[in-house]
T-cell receptor, first 109, second 118 residues
Framework: TQLLEQSPQFLSIQEGENLTVYCNSS?????LQWYRQEPGEGPVLLVT?????EVKKLKRLTFQFGDARKDSSLHITAAQPGDTGLYLC?????????FGTGTSLTVIP | NAGVTQTPKFQVLKTGQSMTLQCAQD?????MYWYRQDPGMGLRLIYYSASEGTTDKGEVPNGYNVSRLNKREFSLRLESAAPSQTSVYFCASSKELASGMSSSYEQYFGPGTRLTVT
């Protein structure tokens, strides 16, 4: 059962452009995590949001948790080649987690 | 502080062989997990352990067994490997957040084991 839908699946943009990745579900989660995964590596935690409507910023990355705690977005401003990777969202229900299939981002220099 | 470590990093097995994937965490987390990651399928939970001495099945447990040896270590065993078990395996651990919200956790991953079964 795929509880989390991520979109888009693939994204290729030029350096300096802005982008938004979406993570949607019909389920309510107690927390929502975003990870970045590079080839041959494990997912690295970027942020955790727990409150409906919460917005967190990490340098050029802005994360938002939906008011109803069912969806989230990741916005990257002025993308850099170092942002290239697979972005995964995961909804937390207690100590269990449900992952989206990921968004593969390529930033072209 | 090494975080979550996994061994081996790569493994090739023949159909029917057995092996154990090792995982350890030094963050004093209670919960630990085993996932597999396949192209287009995302991360799928194989087994998890909410605390030392307990284990529970996840989404895809068939063909696997686990052992929570102590608080630090959680191993995954393939008794008779099959080509369908070719995948990248990730171990993770999680901590409860002191955020005031009940039952919120965040998860940390190891570097993965790349397993090929021929």
């Amino acid at each position: 059962t795929q509880l989390l839908e991520q979109s888009p699946q693939f994204l290729s943009i030029q350096e300096g452009e802005n982008l938004t990745v979406y993570c949607n579900s019909s389920s309510v989660f107690s927390s929502l995590q975003w990870y970045r995964q590079e080839p041959g590596e494990g997912p690295v935690l970027l942020v955790t949001v727990v409150t409906g409507g919460e917005v967190k910023k990490l340098k050029r990355l802005t994360f938002q948790f939906g008011d109803a705690r069912k969806d989230s977005s990741l916005h990257i401003t002025a993308a850099q080649p170092g942002d290239t990777g697979l972005y995964l969202c995961a909804g937390g229900a207690g100590n269990q987690f449900y992952f989206g299939t990921g968004t593969s981002l390529t930033v072209i220099p | 502080n090494a975080g979550v470590t996994q061994t081996p990093k790569f493994q090739v097995l023949k159909t029917g062989q057995s092996m154990t994937l090792q995982c350890a965490q030094d963050m004093n987390h209670n919960s630990m997990y085993w996932y597999r990651q396949d192209p287009g399928m995302g991360l799928r939970l194989i087994y998890y352990s909410a605390s030392e001495g307990t284990t529970d099945k996840g989404e895809v447990p068939n063909g696997y067994n686990v052992s929570r040896l102590n608080k630090r270590e959680f191993s995954l065993r393939l008794e008779s490997a099959a080509p369908s078990q070719t995948s990248v395996y990730f171990c993770a651990s999680s901590k409860e957040l002191a955020s005031g919200m009940s039952s919120s956790y965040e998860q940390y991953f190891g570097p993965g084991t790349r397993l090929t079964v021929t």
